[in-house]
């Protein structure tokens, strides 16, 4: 009989005002991450497949962030489109560089009031768009960590208050850590890409950065979505070697790996949802198949379930505009 029934789940959704009581997530715009993509010169370029993100100048990045921070998102993550690519990327660590100059300008006008992030990585710089330096076809990991340290140190003088190593060389985190050490950047942090798997849904980020690999694939360093326990080992050498916080990337196809890293870690743990998770509601809105709002929350609510603290996502500066949270 249901009569019977003591037990009604839905009591606690009966109303809005219930459902907000009992909600266990929340989703909150000081843990977002919103990336940028900068241009040499002024003013903007469209991105082919990337839905309204754009390359920026100097100028308007700024202008960005300032609109930014006025509705209360604080945290920037930088990326280069360089068109000076040689094979050993010597552009990433030129200190007069599009993303030093850029973080002196925006350190300098917002001081502490901005978090700013920066990718370390050869592949935006090198003419093979491999994320290391290479000797025939393979991707040689030592020598590529010397270059990575060098690049962070560039970015710690320029300004930046993390750097975030997205190559997936071994021992990279350490060498990073030590040479920002020795160079006097204690204070700045390291957010490790830990477990970046060899995805396809970095798709519209390559065509942004113009960065994607001229002969085979990135299999040989990226993880295998195969894997899931590699995934431990990379934590766990990310966490000796000083990493101060550990991501996954992708996010929604990993949760998996979002809650591994959350139970195994002492450290905030962040996910990076991507530029094709990006595209892929942007293309559902487009056809009139979801509503972005609410498809957006509810991802980065799952993300957020799964264990991830930190989000970087294209939608950040959207949310904050939009006041959707
Ligand atoms: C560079 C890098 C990539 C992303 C962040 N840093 C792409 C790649 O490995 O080719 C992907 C981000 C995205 O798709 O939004 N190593
Ligand atoms: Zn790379």
Known sequence: MLGDLIKRPRRLRRNASVRELVRDTHVQLSHLIQPYFLKDG????PITGFSGVCRLGVDLVSRQVESDLEKGLRNFLFFAHSTKKDSQGTEAWNPEGLIPTTLSTIKKRFGDSVLLFTDVCLCPFTSHGH???????????DASVEQLAKMAVCHAQAGADFVAPSDMMDGRVRAIRHALDRQGYQQVG????????????????????????????RSSYQMDFRNARAALQ???LDLEEGADIVMVKPALPYLDIIAQFREHSAVPVAAYCVSAEYQMVKLLVREGLAEERKLVLENLSAITRAGAQIIVTYHASEIARGGWL
């Not at 994320?131 to 990991?141: A, D, H, L, Y």
């Not at 970046?196 to 798709?203: D, E, I, N, R, T």
């Open 42 to 45: 002024k003013g903007s370029e």
């Open 131 to 141: 994320c290391g330096v290479v000797k025939g076809e393979e991707i040689v990991n």
């Open 190 to 217: 390291v957010l490790a890409y830990t477990a970046k798997y060899a995805s396809s849904y970095y798709g519209p980020f390559r065509e942004a950065l113009d960065s994607s690999p001229q002969f085979s694939d």
């Open 234 to 236: 990379e934590l766990s």
